[in-house]
RNA sequence: GGCCCUAUCGUCUAGCGGUUAGGACACCUGGUUUUCAUCCAGGCAACCGGAGUUCGAUUCUCCGUGGGGCUACCA
């Protein structure tokens, strides 16, 4: 048994990205392969961008995913609650930085905006890197009181100790170090008594018992000023892997100017769970057996951080559309019909309603060798879905000729007498026909289609007319020999 | 600007000193198929540059260059 623990720490300022996906993507996995307990926590520190309806966006795309929790605000657990806001309001943070604070390891900062835009200013025309000068650590306890009673704004910092360089240990990337005199005292406590992000990821890490943090490269720079804070406060320091980002076309961080990058767009879109889950993992690692397509156990099986690449990855919509198109071709026709049921149009679904529910999802299954994305059924289920008139005007666009003529009347003679409607009496009515005329099988199946189905390409030719039905094909077979008739 | 990460086909990647640099997507060609598609076979296509280390560098080191990230009382 285990003790590792991981978390997924979204912050609810926005629906769920790719990116954000992604990492929660590696940390279900990571946490399945090594057989850790994964905790999902609410980062809504920021009271400005967070908003219910974000962590809702989030949890569901977390849920269609199939990326379960096993902590967290619904699934509950012992080291709640997991909502960042619920801490704060428990005094969680207040009680850290009140320890800190007694230890000589954070102050009371006084600084407003301004002072700190002029330090900021004055180092960069002295070309010098600005850190926070630390003026308000010198205060003493009485100008602290002073301040305090006077109702001046202040914040809680941490002070920087000194020291060696800190070592970042990441287990994708090898010892990072960071010169800790550039790093400068950093907020804690906001004004507005919130914990900043870096203070609330610490107590909550620690809290909680995280034994192995996996986020976005974004995050390495702060990871010096985590640690130096988990050491302050007394908690082990976790394990860190940083994951390589996730790029639009450009190369830039994968963002909303790339386009589609919301989970719910992808899902609209009708991308597979199981493909986007099988393209997400192959972005930024790769199984050592170079195997691609694979379930979900496939991958957990043959995970490690190691195999973890270092360098950003271009989001390629364009492979995910084949992937996904390889998921929906291993489906069942029943899975498919689930899959493809919410994606059809009401006119298409009257349609389809029509046939019967045999012919229905058959229909749905004709055309899975077609679909990349679900969205793409309907017009592919259009031949079942045609209007009389537009039939006949299909039929009269298409210039048919003396053979074309010889075939379809035959094909009608045969098909007329078929007594048990299948998709073999069927072919063998069209052989029927080819051997009957003596001519090629192109001169035979295209006017069929066309007669049939008023298309010049569709699902296989037999299982599209045993779709249609018996009457639906004989009665078509009249109009079209009536028209030929006419011209003549 | 400073700090940090990073660098193999157009894209995702394998490679962990000696390989005809492999695979996948896309693209092109051919085959199968009644058509589109699927499927099968083949093809095109890459080690950012410069110094080192070494008998030998895509691989190790350094310096450039490119790309990215962070530099907030955002996360």
Redesign the pocket.
């Given at each position: 048994m285990s003790e590792s623990r991981l978390r997924f720490?979204?912050?609810p300022?926005g629906n769920l990205h790719i990116g954000t996906l992604r990492t929660a993507l590696f940390n279900w996995i990571y946490a399945k392969a090594i057989g850790a307990t994964l905790v999902l926590r609410i980062?809504?520190?920021?009271l400005a961008?967070?908003q219910a309806e974000f962590e809702t966006n989030i949890v569901q795309g977390l849920d269609w995913l199939g990326l379960t929790m096993d902590e967290g605000p619904f699934q509950g657990g012992e080291l709640g609650p997991y909502r960042?806001t619920e801490r704060n309001q428990l005094g969680f943070y207040k009680a850290h930085a009140d320890r800190l604070l007694q230890l000589g390891h954070a102050y009371h900062?006084f600084?407003?905006?301004a002072d700190?835009d002029q330090e900021?200013a004055a180092a960069?025309s002295d070309?010098r890197?600005?850190v926070?000068s630390g003026r308000c650590k010198a205060l003493t306890s009485s100008d602290v009181q002073e301040k305090m009673a006077a109702q001046i704004?202040?914040?809680v910092k941490f002070s920087i100790p000194t020291g060696p360089a800190v070592r970042v240990k990441d287990v994708?990337?090898?010892d990072?170090?960071?010169?800790r005199s550039?790093i400068g005292d950093?907020?804690l406590v906001?004004?507005?008594q919130?914990?900043?992000?870096?203070f609330?990821?610490v107590v909550d890490d620690g809290m909680m018992g995280i034994t192995d943090v996996v986020r976005?490269?974004?995050?390495?720079?702060?990871t010096p000023k985590q640690i130096l804070l988990f050491e302050a406060l007394g908690y082990m320091v976790p394990k860190f892997a940083?994951l390589?980002?996730i790029?639009g076309?450009?190369?830039?961080?994968l963002s909303k100017r790339h386009g589609a990058t919301g989970v719910t767009e992808y899902q609209a879109q009708g991308f597979l769970a199981d493909a986007l889950f099988n393209y997400l993992v192959?972005?930024?690692?790769?199984s050592?057996d170079?195997k691609?397509l694979m379930t979900r156990d496939e991958i957990i099986s043959r995970f490690t951080l190691e195999?973890v690449?270092?360098?950003?990855?271009?989001?390629?919509v364009?492979?995910l559309?084949?992937?996904n198109?390889?998921y929906i071709?291993r489906q069942t026709p029943d899975e498919l019909l689930n899959h493809v049921m919410p994606y059809l149009s009401d006119r298409v679904r009257l349609a389809l309603d029509a046939l019967g529910s045999d012919r229905f999802r058959s229909a749905i299954y004709s055309i899975r060798?077609?679909?990349d994305v679900l969205t793409d059924c309907n017009s592919?289920l259009e031949v079942y879905a045609m209007e009389p008139t537009s039939f006949i005007a299909q039929v009269q666009a298409y210039g048919f000729g003396e053979t074309d003529r010889t075939v379809i009347s035959s094909f009608r003679a045969h098909i007329v007498g078929v007594t048990d409607w299948t998709v073999a009496s069927i072919e063998a009515a069209i052989s029927t026909v080819v051997t009957e005329t003596g001519l090629g099988?192109?001169k035979?199946?295209?006017p069929?289609?066309i007669a049939t189905s008023g298309?010049?390409?569709?699902?296989?030719?037999?299982?599209?007319i045993w779709i249609l039905g018996q009457s639906v094909v004989v009665q078509r077979m009249a109009e079209v020999v009536g028209l030929l008739d006419q011209k003549i």
């Open positions: 720490a979204p912050s300022t980062e809504d520190t920021d961008r967070s960042q900062c600084c407003t905006e700190l900021r960069e070309k890197p600005y926070y704004p202040f914040t994708i990337r090898g990072i170090d960071f010169d550039l950093f907020v906001k004004s507005d919130t914990p900043s992000y870096n609330a990821v976005g490269e974004d995050h390495i720079s702060n940083h390589p980002m790029l076309p450009d190369k830039s961080k192959l972005l930024g690692w790769s050592a170079g691609e195999r690449s270092k360098s950003g990855a271009v989001f390629d364009t492979k559309r084949w992937m198109g390889q071709r060798d077609n679909l592919f099988k192109g035979v199946f295209k069929i289609r298309q010049p390409s569709g699902p296989h030719l037999a299982e599209l």
